[in-house]
């Protein structure tokens, strides 16, 4: 039966059926565990970083991004009316075009990224009321 008395013994901590050995075992195998998912996760994490820099997968996600609103946004000012959210939308778009012109290869990457993230913002507030208007 497992009990705090049986380890205690004069005093001192007792090495009882070799569990201090399993316990260290035990911690050795996690931290071994524990090494090699981080060199993993790290390695898998520096190659898609190389993929989604790719100037494709931007270009696809602008893509999508038009095609959602043109159908969302335009059919929101079919149910309510309102040519505000669908304006928004296109200055919100219009700037993550400009963004991707711009390029991150010859040291603007910087501004690539304010851009496009200020033309996200702007699509998104575009969406949002767009929302609270049909809504």
Not at 53 to 69: D, K, M, R, Y
Not at 72 to 95: D, K, N, S
């Amino acid at each position: 039966m497992f009990t705090t008395a049986n380890f205690w013994k004069n005093g001192e901590l007792r090495a009882r059926d070799g569990l201090w050995d399993r316990i260290a075992v035990l911690i050795s195998g996690l931290c071994l565990v524990h090494c090699i998912s981080t060199m993993v996760f790290v390695a898998l994490i520096s190659s898609a970083g190389g993929m989604l820099l790719h100037p494709l997968v931007h270009e696809i996600g602008l893509g999508i991004a038009i095609a959602l609103g043109l159908f969302a946004l335009g059919r929101g000012v079919l149910e309510h009316g309102y040519m505000m959210p669908a304006a928004i939308g296109g200055l919100g778009l219009g700037i993550m075009m400009g963004a991707i012109t711009i390029g991150h290869d010859n040291g603007h990457g910087g501004a690539e990224v304010l851009y496009t993230m200020l033309g996200v913002g702007i699509l998104a507030l575009a969406h949002d009321l767009n929302y609270r208007a049909t809504h």
